[in-house]
């Protein structure tokens, strides 16, 4: 099956250009001349890595990035910027794009770049497959803890689980919220039907409408033909809504009857569709001061409220840090074919002293990193980030310039992937200057 590209520009010529290229490399080409069409081409085409010009008829390519980012997970963005126009490159890899192309300049480069993009896409696709697989199987025994708060946490779901019974998990954010809402849904009648998940903070308020009610064609701009909407695709089965303080006032009577009568109306549509859904809803808010603020209704607070989880943040449960580095460190071992299998004493013993703002997301993010750094059966507290050795350690040579500088450059180096042109122009330095700095400090 060949890879779609997409190609967004007004300057028909070098569309077609750019679009003859790609298709000699055995791509299949779409292209739009403004914002409108493209919508339209990627509702129909469903394409894997899209060619986006800055300057467009109806709208910016830097913002259309960020939005396209948001709504489609696997899609890969390349913007094609005018020469010199550094910063729209900068600000377009902010937004989420895979990198930018100087228009007439890097026609060369675009092959290479877009086998890239498509490697990264194709991977993705392959991990989505697969946590969707995992998602399968987490069960209560899955949960890592021995600390009291988290058992008592699994105790309580376990109870609600059998039930039909709204349910509502409070914790901050990266404190497994999903993987709770995931297990509850496998010990329940449901486990044979869907499970689907979404953030409600990744959407503007019409995203968001279109992507829990669905909508029928012709309902807006680029809605070419109907679509199901999650609360439909998880009929039957369970709907899992994060962030749900972040959904607009205007969507949260439409969901209140879904929970009341179990029924909506798609974006568009005159009638209305039937379901038989659980909704597990989570936030990292306090719902009940929101209610005050009249920034959430009240008759849905208390429709979700029917049950109530809390999860503890990771630094009130300390003493499950070790057992959940070690099973971080054993799936990224394994999917790296690294090594390390081990964590030293000192390693393990700053973990413990971070406060972890980032909860368990933060911690498996830290571990990821780690693994790939090291080179030897044991992750040691090198392989942890310098501002994470410093607040745990304070030692003086933490602070020392050199090694601030040498941080600084390696987060440059990474930002820019390697580009080590792009990274002396970001730290207003000359290219020469960088690379005796590079060489200086073993960053080769």
């Not at 779409?30 to 010009?53: F, H, M, W």
């Not at 499950?320 to 071992?333: G, M, R, W, Y």
Request: proline share 3%; with cysteine; charged share 30%.
């Amino acid at each position: 099956m060949m890879n779609k590209v997409l190609i967004i520009d007004d300057e028909e010529k070098l569309r077609n250009l750019l679009g003859r290229l790609i298709k000699l490399e055995g791509f299949a080409v779409t292209e739009s001349g403004n914002l409108k069409q493209a919508y339209r081409a990627i509702e129909k085409e469903e394409p894997d890595v899209i060619l986006c010009d800055v300057k467009l008829p109806d709208g910016n390519g830097i913002d259309f990035i960020k939005e396209i980012k948001a709504r489609y997970f696997v899609v890969e963005v390349i913007l094609l910027t005018a020469y010199g126009n550094i910063p729209d490159g900068i600000q377009a890899m902010k937004n989420g794009a895979f990198d930018y192309l100087v228009k007439g300049n890097d026609n060369d480069k675009v092959i290479p770049l877009l086998n890239k993009a498509i490697e990264k896409v194709e991977l993705k696709k392959k991990i989505a497959s697969l946590e969707k697989q995992v998602g399968k199987k987490y069960t209560f025994e899955s949960i890592i803890g021995t600390s009291s708060l988290i058992i008592d946490a699994v105790n309580l779901a376990k109870k609600v689980a059998p039930t039909d019974a709204t349910v509502l998990l409070l914790g901050e954010t990266g404190t497994g919220k999903e993987v709770f809402a995931q297990a509850i849904h496998n010990a329940s009648s449901r486990v044979d039907k869907p499970f689907m998940a979404l953030n409600c903070s990744s959407f503007t308020k019409e995203l968001l409408e279109s992507e829990i009610f669905g909508h029928k064609a012709g309902a807006f701009t680029g809605a070419i033909k109907d679509k199901k909407g999650l609360i439909e695709e998880a009929d039957s089965g369970t709907l899992f809504l994060d962030e749900i303080g972040e959904m607009p006032l205007e969507l949260q009577s439409k969901l209140l009857r879904v929970l009341e009568t179990g029924e909506f109306i798609k974006v568009g549509d005159t009638h209305t569709t039937k379901v038989d859904v659980r909704v597990i809803a989570a936030t990292n808010r306090n719902l009940q001061e929101d209610v005050e603020n009249l920034k959430f209704r009240e008759d849905l607070f208390y429709r979700l409220n029917v049950f109530t989880i809390v999860l503890p943040p990771l630094r009130e449960r300390r003493k499950d840090i070790p057992a959940l580095s070690q099973f971080f460190l054993k799936i990224f071992s394994a999917k790296t074919n690294n090594v390390a299998s081990g964590m030293s004493k000192e390693f393990v013993e700053h973990l413990q002293q971070h406060d972890w703002k980032g909860n368990i997301r933060e911690l498996k993010n830290i571990i990821e990193r780690a693994v790939i750094l090291t080179g030897s059966p044991e992750l040691t507290l090198e392989n942890l980030p310098l501002d994470l050795q410093v607040s745990s350690s304070k030692t003086a040579s933490s602070f020392d310039l050199a090694t601030v500088e040498k941080s600084h450059i390696q987060k440059v180096l990474l930002y820019t992937k390697g580009n080590k042109t792009e990274a002396a122009k970001l730290l207003n330095i000359g290219l020469t200057t960088l690379y005796r700095k590079i060489e200086e400090y073993g960053l080769s």
